[in-house]
């Protein structure tokens, strides 16, 4: 079974462009979550998808964005780019979300994005 | 929120010796316990997890206990090995986010 794919792996932008990432869940998986990960910060959440709904969200600015489609796999789109938001961008996907031993959640490799 | 203290920063360990990473939590809904394992430059992959109804979970060389009453679980690597070189992250669930420590590198000197 393949694994969370996620595209592109490396992304250099400039300040004020815009991003979006990509990520594709296991096969079967409904529950997509995106984290920010950062050597002063850690794994931080950004938000959850679940059947194409955003069931949950992190304290990040709105500039962050999501969304999931029908075959589950999703997107997040980050608008006028500051330079701290040079980060890791990592996916998980999980079977469903809430009940117990179909909640694991798997990452895939990450999006390395900086911001010049 | 869930507040995940995670301990120490750093571990060094001579191989072949034990590596323990403990972690606590704050709140008591929390109920499902996860470790994963982040190699350099890869996303992190899960190892071993543990749900609040068990106390203790093995697979191999890695355990991981839970402590209810304390808020505390532990991650133990027996007869560490170089490969087991990484950063290690503990994790509480809610049942509706997920929450990190801030993470352990380890490393396994040969």
Known sequence: KAGVTQTPRYLIKTRGQQVTLSCSPISGHRSVSWYQQTPGQGLQFLFEYFSETQRNKGNFPGRFSGRQFSNSRSEMNVSTLELGDSALYLCASSLTRGRPLTDTQYFGPGTRLTVL | ?110
């Open chain 2, 1 to 110: 929120g869930e507040n995940v203290e995670q301990h120490p920063s750093t571990l060094s360990v001579q191989e072949g010796d034990s590596a323990v990473i403990k972690c606590t939590y704050s709140d008591s809904a929390s109920n499902y316990f996860p470790w994963y394992k982040q190699e350099l430059g890869k996303g992190p992959q899960l190892i071993i997890d543990i749900r609040s109804n068990v106390g203790e979970k093995k697979d191999q060389r890695i355990a991981v206990t839970l402590n209810k009453t304390a808020k505390h679980f532990s991650l133990h690597i027996t007869e560490t090995q170089p490969e087991d070189s990484a950063v290690y992250f503990c994790a509480a669930f809610t049942g509706n986010q997920f929450y990190f420590g801030t993470g352990t590198s380890l490393t396994v000197i040969p």
